[in-house]
């Protein structure tokens, strides 16, 4: 064990994991992403005490941890296992850093892996027509209503999450249900609000969140005919809210009127990906359809239709700056009338 480098010797680690898991917890990661590091992690101790009798994640070397990257292939994608390797990377990075640890043994490793592993794996390529036919297999209001918000705006899940009723602009005809937008929609009808604001633990609209938007700039994404027409079906049943802050995505399971959860959406759209053949456990990147390929299937066909990669990215909400105030300006006459006229029917 090391000692601090101000020369302070560190506090007694009975369980570095932990240490590690409690700092990541107050740096404000996430309790999914706290999860995943435990999972492997703990994958990983009991490797080296098993394989090699080491008690202790604070003893392994550099070729300890080369076996363990070894034991993974054929059991995972490659694509896992560098992710796998990454968390263990960041955790004696850390660890070493705050002096508890003497030494990163996975530099070396890290340094060595894109050799034979790799880091930016290709994702399965499915076409309108293909995505058409899933999206044709949902029957649920609100699941249908989720995957299509999804397919046709590129919103992270966190994002569509922290929607609330406010965020969205479009007439209810005869539903019984209103609801007064935010001012930044006053002028733009039919069209989403996608705040750059909310993040975890912090109180947004009267409700505190569970989930961050990761957006550099707020985003006004145009709703077309057909997003409109499942979100009208699913207001139509859409339960009573238990926040005041009136969230669009509504539980309507266990969770009654909360708001619906990255977890939540994770399981609709792991459900239906697995009825299709498009889920496997332990699949990786390459073969999986997660929500997160939804914002790659948007990314990739939206820019192949309009030829403007500026659009796509304010879209997103993947830039700031004088960049994505040219967006906002035009948004009328150009993003709007662009993305109406080549965004994809996910509906038969």
């Known amino acids: 064990m090391a000692t601090d480098p101000g020369g302070a010797p560190p506090e007694e680690v009975d369980d570095p994991i932990s240490y590690f898991l409690d700092d990541q917890r107050y740096h404000g990661k996430s309790e999914r992403t706290i999860e995943a590091y435990e999972r492997v992690l703990r994958q990983f101790e009991r490797f080296v005490d098993e394989r090699f009798d080491v008690d202790s994640v604070a003893a392994p070397e550099r070729r300890e941890c080369m076996a363990w990257i070894h034991s993974l292939r054929g059991e995972f994608e490659t694509s896992t296992i560098a992710t796998y390797a990454s968390y263990l990377n960041r955790f004696y990075d850390y660890m070493t850093r705050v002096g508890v640890f003497e030494a990163n043994p996975m530099g070396l490793v890290m340094e060595e892996l894109p050799e034979s592993i790799d880091t930016n794996p290709t994702r399965r390529d499915l076409s309108v027509p293909e995505m058409r036919s899933f999206v044709a297999e949902i ?69 505190e969140r569970t989930a961050s938007n990761k957006r550099k700039r707020d985003t006004v994404v145009p709703v077309d ?31 009654w009127g909360k708001r619906l959860s990255p977890s939540d959406v994770r399981y609709i759209v792991e459900k239906h990906a697995r009825r299709r053949g498009w889920y ?69």
Request: charged share 25%.
């Open 225 to 255: 005919e057909e997003l409109e027409r499942v979100l009208l079906e699913w207001l139509a049943i859409r339960p009573d809210a238990v926040s005041p802050a009136r969230p669009l995505f509504l539980d309507t399971g266990d969770s």
């Open 280 to 348: 496997r456990t332990g699949g990786g990147t390459r073969e999986n359809v997660t929500p997160h390929y939804f914002r790659h299937f948007f990314t990739t066909h939206l820019r192949d239709r309009t030829g403007d990669r500026g659009i796509v990215q304010y879209l997103r909400g993947d830039v700031a700056g004088d960049v994505i105030d040219t967006y906002t300006h035009n948004w009328g006459d150009r993003v709007r009338e662009t993305y109406l006229a080549h965004i994809y029917a996910v509906t038969a």
């Open 139 to 207: 029957g649920h209001p609100l699941e249908r209503a989720v995957v299509i918000a999804l397919l046709k705006t590129g919103m992270r899940v966190g994002e569509l999450c922290n929607l609330d009723l406010r965020d969205l602009n479009f007439k209810s005809g005869n539903l019984d249900i209103d609801w007064t937008p935010r001012v930044g929609l006053e002028r733009r009808s039919s069209s989403l609000f996608v705040s750059a604001e909310p993040a975890r633990g912090t109180v947004v609209n009267g409700e």
